[in-house]
Nanobody, 125 residues
Framework: QVQLVESGGGLVQPGGSLRLSCAAS????????IGWFRQAPGKEREFVCG????????KCRTLVKDRFTIARDNDKNTVYLQMNSLKPEDTAVYSC??????????????????WGQGTQVTVST
């Protein structure tokens, strides 16, 4: 069993930055890929960025790939999502999820095995 806890969300002005963290406990993230998802009010949850267990495979959806960066520190059992040039439309609850390495990094949330509770990101003046 893997427990995931997100942190780092908050209120930020447009153009600002935030770094989200996804920390694992109970079991290491070894051989698990991690995806970051977000869900805005009234919308379906969507894939944002993902990273493989050894960081060899990294991908972000087109809308954010020039502004968001994902990285992981396996020694700390933590995955980070650096978000720059934030826009109001980035406002959402951001959640991380773990998936066994052999499953790759699918966009569909149903393949992910473990989920965190999420952290709120609000981009507003």
């Amino acid at each position: 069993q893997v427990q995931l806890v997100e942190s780092g969300g908050g209120l930020v002005q447009p153009g600002g930055s935030l770094r989200l963290s996804c920390a694992a406990s109970g079991k290491t993230l070894d051989r698990h890929n991690i995806g970051w998802f977000r869900q805005a009010p009234g919308k379906e949850r969507e894939f944002v960025c993902g990273i493989s267990w050894n960081s060899d495979n990294v991908k972000c959806r087109t809308l954010v790939k020039d502004r968001f960066t994902i990285a992981r520190d396996n020694d700390k059992n933590t995955v980070y999502l650096q978000m720059n040039s934030l826009k109001p439309e980035d406002t959402a609850v951001y959640s991380c999820a773990a998936i066994p390495d052999e499953m790759g990094l699918p966009f569909a949330e149903r393949f992910y095995e473990y989920w965190g509770q999420g952290t709120q990101v609000t981009v507003s003046t």
